[in-house]
């Protein structure tokens, strides 16, 4: 069991024996860990906002307020990343860092498995320059159009789209792409695959995506590397569920 999974599971031991408490040795025996570590534990856990707190004497221990935490099925991994994504338009506000809490919160009660696909949706979202993202404004001349729900869930579904795209001389060329990633800027949304035309890997405009259908293909998931996200517009920050 890694620590991450460890966290997760004393939150879960502790409510499901509330009011009650656990003593330190008692849980350092459950998870096969020494009392220090239990210790460093409970701390790390009480920094993020859980409402635990220690009961003094002899069968004292560590008690959780149960009402103040969320039950262990919350959010699927695809709502955990989109609050990740959305946390960027509050970066440089007064509520960056309760919201951040609120996030660590979330991804702490999930499933150890959600947690793992929710992190790895999110490392495969990026932003370009300060990553404040369109807030329904744009340019003259920029209208957006709406995304297509298979465009919006090509990561979590993991199917070969064939799409419609047109460049930006009116050229319009029909492809089949396996999504890997998304980017996104003050002006649209970018959705980064291998494009099998092109035998390599691409960065479409969602605007600019004329048709999409799904298909039932479900190809092996192809990792993003440095050189793919190597772009000349500016530098790429990456989406973090903390």
């Not at 409510?15 to 460093?40: G, N, Y």
């Not at 856990?45 to 004292?60: D, H, K, M, V």
């Not at 007064?94 to 490392?123: I, N, Q, T, Y």
Request: proline share 4%.
């Amino acid at each position: 069991m890694n620590r991450t999974e460890r966290l997760y599971a004393l939150v879960e031991e502790l409510r499901a024996v509330s009011p009650r408490p656990r003593s330190v040795h008692w849980l350092a025996a459950r998870f096969e860990v020494s009392s220090r570590t239990i210790e460093r534990d409970i701390n790390a856990l009480q920094r993020t906002g859980a409402s635990i707190w220690a009961e003094p004497g002899r069968t004292g221990g560590y008690c959780l307020n149960s009402d103040q935490t969320l039950p262990p099925v919350n959010f699927t991994p695809q709502e955990a990343a989109a609050m990740s994504v959305a946390l960027q338009k509050l970066e440089g506000t007064p509520f960056w860092m309760a919201a951040s809490s609120g996030l660590r919160k979330l991804v702490s009660v999930m499933k150890s498995e959600d947690a793992a696909v929710a992190r790895d949706h999110a490392g495969r979202i990026h932003f370009l320059g300060d990553g404040q993202m369109n807030d329904g404004q744009t340019t003259a001349g920029e209208a957006q159009s709406p995304i297509s729900h298979l465009i919006a869930d090509a990561l979590s579904a993991g199917h070969v789209l064939r799409i419609g795209y047109t460049d930006s001389d009116g050229n319009t060329t029909n492809r089949e792409i396996e999504p890997v990633g998304y980017i996104g800027s003050a002006t649209g949304w970018y959705l980064i695959a291998w494009c099998r035309l092109r035998d390599g890997v691409r960065v479409f405009r969602t605007d600019r995506i004329t048709t999409v259908v799904a298909t039932t293909e479900k190809p092996a998931r192809r990792e993003l590397s440095a050189d793919d996200l190597d772009i000349r517009y500016g530098e790429l920050r990456q989406a973090t569920l903390h």
